[in-house]
């Protein structure tokens, strides 16, 4: 199950149990050599990174504090600790005033409410069941995101028939028209949506999103692009979003800030913003995008009493040749997995979860948290009705080349430990993204396929530009 | 003024919504879809301000509409002598409501149906002069004769068809028994003005039969109600008068459609009143068929559409039925009024989500069940069965007093002694007026709507 990062874990020197500083190399006690520390055996996130990371070109990217060489878990940072540089080494203009000065650096429930700010992801007391169809402006073809290279594949053949503009005909029974509405006019059945199924490659990355087999409709969505830095450095990004259900319109919300996490993604990396200010940014740039659907007037066929605010978690990568940045709000998750599989695996988020945060704040085991039916419920996410929003930035440099797996719980349920997901994750992940996220997708169907599905993988390093061309 | 500004649009169809409240979850294998239909026409403005000032309407303005007036002129109406002379009253009070313009004619009502004003098979147009010469001419209706309603309707429908209009409407009156036409007869004759226009009526006193009077006004889609005290005809009469100036668009049908394999439950009227509809379906091309409604002004009405679909796999979605507002054309076409509503079915295996049941289906079971306890108790009550009497009445005090339909709960506590309410226990009353006992019968099908 998921765990916290303990950073007391490994505050402590291994030999003698003097707390020690973040940076330290040798114990100031002992003089244990801090460097052979070995890797915890569970799936904190721990990135050897050793020596020098090839950095590319001019490129001097600062090196995220606390990604010592030491084995030290990288701890979340605030986006706005970390100053960033463009790529001439010139510091960044100022962060824009909504960032926030500083974020505690594990989140940590209130003790006295624990539940406070806690949502369920599924629904809740059902009174009503307001049940959106899909807007028809959000269903349609996701806009291409710029510097996007390919097209959208169609989704997958064995759901979709052959798209006929002029008559559709129903694949539930062969035999009667689709309406306007999507549903078929002879036996009435809801025909397969554009996001049942959606997959995606974009230069050396790709994603896939599935509706599963338990859910009506998907309510993740994703966004994945590559672009270049001022240098002509390639960068990937991949944004990850899972709609709460208990909401109204999950799907709008998903959909809408995964496309402003990732637009504002790909228009910052080629300005030279630092990857993980650009990604602290696309977090607020999503919620933003989320908070605003509360806005809308409902639509006729959205009005139903008890609405409330769209909502979503959020997960995503930026990869470039010597940098990985991870960002998220809520229980979506990244997953580091090297090439060589004998090196451990790493799960480089932390939940924003009833459970992580009981755990993290001491106050039950994780056994116990797990066993609670309030485990899953999320205490962070992207919505009008979000408590204060914490966007939280990690960022690495690995020291061995891998893939990220940036994924949905639809997923990770069915792989929940690093080595799990490192299983599941196939050994030409990095070189055939696509295959990848296909096995991966098919992996949770599998285990049962009870969520929509969503997950994007990224080698890493960013390939240079030719290379890794799927 | 709102009548100032509603006369701009006085031409105008109102605009329609549909709104659909339902669970849409099913459990694995789950088959019955349950929605409650609400539709609500708004925009014309007519009932605020036809009722407020129906003299600023002037000819042309208002939707175009011709009114029949069938009074009871049976040896009856003599005993006692008020009877006929409130009738007549009342009448008049009507006549006063007609908006200028309107057609309009008055019938007086015995074994046989007799023209009383304008006379020679035709119809008036309202205006000073009509209006006063029609009540002059209610001088002359006097009692003597017996029961014929289906005469009176058939009447009234040849009337009204004389006019080029788009609402027709009768007001119907009787204080007796339909005993001089076979009840086929009286039947023959709704079969034949069903549809070509809509009949309130109202029943006098306490000698007509409740059967007779709520049949007629479900098979013309209009209100029934007891006027047990003559001294209120007119108050009544004026009110169904406005509520008929009012309407705006007439035979307005409630299509239905159902996907292949489906069976239509039931369709009913569950708000203001209890309709059955199921058994008026009229095909309409493939999977659809036409519930008639009648004539709408600016209100709402609620419909209870239940339907079984086939099973289908978890995560599956389909529409169970799709419902839209049509109004029949000549030559067979209709014009659709534009509002649709869709009734869902999504399977789940979240048990939370399919076994919970829309509080607005709830309500409105209970409300129909509530009208079907009151009319089976009151005719166990008639048979002498008392055991079984005071069981049904039991429970439809029970069902008045959780569903908060105060109005019927009062007029059950004048049939029964309520124990507990809660309970549904109660004791018949030894004696029960018999206006009290009619009026909770024709009154039984009102239900109150969802409290919110």
């Known amino acids: 199950m998921s765990q916290m990062p303990q950073q007391a874990a490994v505050s402590k020197c291994p030999s003698c149990e003097e707390p020690l500083e973040p940076g330290d190399r040798f114990c100031g006690a002992c003089g244990y050599d801090l460097s052979v520390v070995p890797a915890r055996p569970e799936d904190s996130p721990t990135l050897a990174i050793h020596g020098v990371v090839p950095a590319p070109d001019d490129v001097d990217w600062p090196v995220a504090r606390d990604s010592d060489g030491h084995g030290h878990p990288a701890p979340v940072h605030a986006a706005a600790e970390l100053p960033g540089t463009d790529s001439g080494g010139s510091p960044l203009p100022p962060p824009p005033p909504a960032a926030p000065p500083s974020a505690p650096a594990v989140p940590v429930a209130p003790a006295g409410s624990p539940a406070t700010g806690v949502r369920f992801d599924r629904p809740g007391e059902p009174e009503e069941y307001p049940l959106q169809a899909p807007d028809p402006r959000l269903t349609a073809e996701p806009a291409p995101v710029p510097g996007q290279a390919p097209a959208p594949e169609p989704a997958a053949a064995s759901r979709q028939p052959a798209p006929d503009a002029a008559e559709k005909v129903c694949v539930a029974c062969r035999a009667g028209r689709v309406d306007d509405d999507g549903y078929c006019e002879n036996c009435g059945h809801a025909q397969p949506r554009e996001r049942d199924h959606m997959e995606q490659e974009s230069g050396p990355i790709a994603a896939v999103s599935d509706r599963g087999l338990r859910h009506h409709r998907n309510e993740d969505a994703f966004s994945v692009g590559c672009t270049a830095l001022p240098d002509g450095a390639p960068a990937s990004v991949a944004i990850v979003c899972d709609g709460v259900s208990s909401a109204t319109r999950p799907d709008d919300a998903s959909l809408a800030a995964s496309r402003a996490a990732g637009e504002t993604l790909l228009g910052a990396l080629p300005r030279g913003t630092h990857p993980q200010q650009a990604m602290h940014d696309a977090i607020l740039a999503a919620s933003q995008a989320v908070n605003a659907l509360a806005d809308e007037p409902a639509t006729a066929r959205e009005q139903a009493p008890h609405q409330n605010a769209p909502a979503c978690t959020l997960v995503g990568a930026v990869v470039t040749a010597g940098l990985l940045v991870v960002g998220w709000v809520g229980d979506s998750r990244v997953y580091w997995v090297p090439a060589d599989r004998t090196t451990p695996p790493a799960r480089l988020t932390e939940d924003d979860s009833w459970a992580a945060q009981m755990v993290a704040a001491g106050l039950m085991n994780e056994a116990e948290a797990y066993a609670d039916e309030r485990a899953h419920a999320i205490t962070g996410w992207l919505g009008a009705d979000a408590y204060e929003l914490e966007p939280h930035t990690a960022s690495f440099k690995p020291d061995r080349p891998g893939v990220v797996v940036v994924c949905t719980d639809g997923l990770w349920n069915y792989a929940e430990s690093a080595e799990e997901m490192a299983e599941a994750v196939p050994l030409d992940a990095a070189a055939r993204p696509l295959h990848g996220a296909r096995v991966l997708v098919g992996h949770a169907l599998d285990g049962g396929g009870h969520d929509n599905v969503t997950v994007a993988l990224l080698p890493f390093p960013a390939p240079s530009q030719g290379a890794g061309s799927a | ?452």
Request: proline share 4%; hydrophobic share 40%.
């Open chain 2, 1 to 452: 003024m709102r009548s100032g500004m509603a006369n701009f649009s006085k031409s105008n169809v109102p605009q329609f919504a549909v709104d659909v409240y339902q669970n849409e979850y099913l459990p694995e294998g789950g088959r019955e879809v349950n929605a409650i239909v609400t539709v609500t026409a708004t925009g014309g403005g007519t009932v605020g301000s036809a009722v407020a000032a129906p003299h600023l309407y002037s000819p042309g303005q208002g939707p175009s509409a011709a009114v029949a007036l069938m009074v009871d002129c049976s040896g009856s109406m003599d005993y006692p002598p008020t009877k006929m002379r409130n009738a007549r009253d009342a009448t008049s009070a009507a006549i006063d409501t007609l908006r200028d313009g309107v057609h309009f004619a008055v019938v007086g009502g015995t074994h046989v149906a007799k023209e009383v004003y304008p006379g020679g098979g035709r119809l008036a147009v309202a205006g000073d002069t009509t209006r006063a010469q029609a009540k002059q001419a209610l001088h002359s209706l006097s009692a003597g004769g017996g029961t014929a309603i289906g005469t009176w309707l058939r009447l009234a429908d040849r009337l009204l068809s004389t006019a080029d209009v788009a609402i027709r409407h009768g007001i119907l009156l009787t204080d007796g028994r339909n005993e001089h036409e076979s009840p086929e007869d009286l039947k023959a004759a709704l079969d034949a003005c069903a549809g070509r226009f809509t009949c309130d009526a109202r029943g006098v006193g306490t000698d007509w039969e409740v059967k007779e009077v709520t049949g007629i006004a479900s098979a013309l889609l209009g209100t029934a109600d007891i006027v047990a005290d003559p001294a209120g005809l007119a108050a009544d009469f004026t009110r169904m008068m406005e509520t008929a100036m009012g309407k705006e668009v007439a035979d307005v049908a409630l299509r239905l459609w159902t996907p292949l394999g489906t069976t239509v439950k039931f369709v009913k009227q569950v708000a203001p009143t209890v309709e059955e509809l199921t058994g008026r379906r009229t095909e309409a091309g493939p999977r659809a068929g036409d519930y008639p409604t009648g004539s709408w002004g600016d209100e709402s009405r609620d419909y209870h559409v239940c339907v079984e679909v086939p099973a289908a796999g978890l995560g599956q979605e389909m529409l169970a039925a799709r419902v839209s507002l049509v109004i029949p054309e000549p030559g067979g076409s209709v014009q659709n009024l534009g509002a649709q509503g869709l009734v869902r079915a999504v399977w789940t295996d979240d048990m939370t989500a399919s076994t919970s049941i829309n509080p607005q289906v709830a309500h409105y079971t209970g409300q129909a069940e509530l009208a079907q306890a009151i009319q089976q108790g009151l005719d166990l009550r008639k048979a002498g069965d008392i055991d079984g009497a005071t069981a049904k009445l039991g429970r439809a005090v029970q069902l008045a007093g959780a569903s908060g339909n105060a109005d019927t709960a009062k007029l059950l506590a004048k049939v029964v002694d309520v124990v507990d309410a809660a309970a549904g226990t109660v004791r018949l009353k030894a004696k029960v007026e018999e206006a009290d006992e009619m009026t909770l019968e024709t009154r039984s099908t009102k239900t109150v709507r969802v409290k919110k």
